[in-house]
């Protein structure tokens, strides 16, 4: 059983080209080979293109660079309901935003959101998904069972039910701080299937002990594109085995996460180390950490281009999260 879909073998695709730039929505979504764009905070331009969409995460350096998806080939688009997509050259952009006010609470929204995709995907030919990005509102409020991060993630396997029965893809899950409770969930799916990674030093997200919630994270540390010419690498950060490290010591946090940053890379058989053709995002707790996260990654990664996000990790006691590309 491949991923809800025929499983059909094309030739392989070079990885989309992910980039950070400063440049007019308008001029780039008029560039051959654009598969999607990223704008953030409140004060991202606003686009009626399927292609555009505007992340509840701000970010602390200005003016903001947008995130860049292109492809090799001409991209069609369009909407569906709530989702808004995109597909080029054997690549596939879909996205949702889904409103909690109208779903209902964290499960609710997220089960509904991901039945909507789920179901969106596997009637594609770009049915393989790669890499998943969920941002919600107030990851770490409530207490035990009852926390929006554990409520998610029931609601997020229960709207994808065996879609992803032979495997979890890459995902990364933070908490914004916008004004409306909203679910942003966007993916990055192919015609090809990837191949997943795994971190020796953590225990897998699907193998978590009953302390993290009654349903354990669905998501693979990394993902090798169809390719073998890219890494997509899951939100990382301080954990080692299950347990989070170094509580309340971000430099400590900011060292672990780059432990197993290296690490993912040496699983995926990828040179060490990070370029300036390896974009990053760093999601940061509290805002007065970021010049000290800023100050880190520029010393430690030089060159390295990062976008710093105000984003809330899904443990309360994570400081910083790092997720990213590495291109072979």
């Known amino acids: 059983m491949v ?24 001029t780039v979504l008029q560039e051959a080979g654009t ?8 004060g ?12 509840d995460l701000e ?69 393989h998904v790669q890499r998943i990005w969920n941002y919600l509102a107030d990851i770490n409020q409530g207490e035990g069972d009852t926390e929006r991060y554990k409520q998610f993630c029931e609601g997020r396997a229960e709207g994808m039910g065996n879609f992803f029965a032979e495997g979890f893809p890459a995902a990364t899950a933070i908490g ?11 993916l990055l799916a192919c ?56 509580q309340d010591d971000l430099l400590a946090q900011l060292d672990e996460t780059l432990v197993n940053l290296e690490t993912l890379l ?9 370029d300036t053709q390896s974009p990053l995002k760093a999601y940061v707790r509290h805002p007065t950490d970021a010049p000290l996260v800023r100050d880190f990654l520029q010393s430690r990664l030089p060159g390295v281009p990062v976008l710093l996000l105000h984003g809330d990790i899904c443990r309360s006691e994570l400081l910083v999260e790092i997720d990213g590309w590495r291109y072979a």
Not at 77 to 82: A, K, S, T, W
């Open 266 to 274: 040496a699983s995926a058989n990828m040179p060490a180390g990070f």
């Open 35 to 42: 598969l999607a764009v990223f704008g953030f905070g409140t």
């Open 59 to 127: 970010d602390f350096d200005a003016p903001t660079p947008l995130e860049i998806w292109q492809v090799d080939g001409p991209v069609t688009h369009g909407r569906l309901g709530e989702l808004q997509w995109a597909s080029g050259d054997g690549w596939l952009f879909a996205a949702i935003t889904v409103d909690e006010h109208t779903h209902g609470g964290p499960r609710a929204t997220a089960a509904t959101a991901y039945d909507q995709l789920c179901a969106f995907v596997a009637a594609r030919r770009e049915c």
């Open 191 to 246: 015609d090809e299937p990837g191949g997943r990674v795994e971190n020796p030093r953590q225990v897998s997200a699907w193998r978590y002990p009953r302390q993290y919630g009654r349903t354990p994270p669905s998501f693979a540390r990394a993902m090798t594109l169809p390719g073998q010419d890219a890494l997509a690498i899951s939100g990382t950060a301080a954990v080692v085995g299950h347990a989070s490290a170094h």
């Open 3 to 26: 991923q809800g879909c025929e499983n059909v073998r094309p030739a392989l695709h070079r990885a989309p080209q992910v980039s950070y730039r400063w440049v007019d929505p308008e």
């Open 176 to 186: 914004h701080h916008a004004s409306t409770p909203r679910l942003q969930v966007y």
């Open 44 to 55: 991202a331009a606003r686009h009626a293109d399927p292609r555009w969409l505007n992340v």
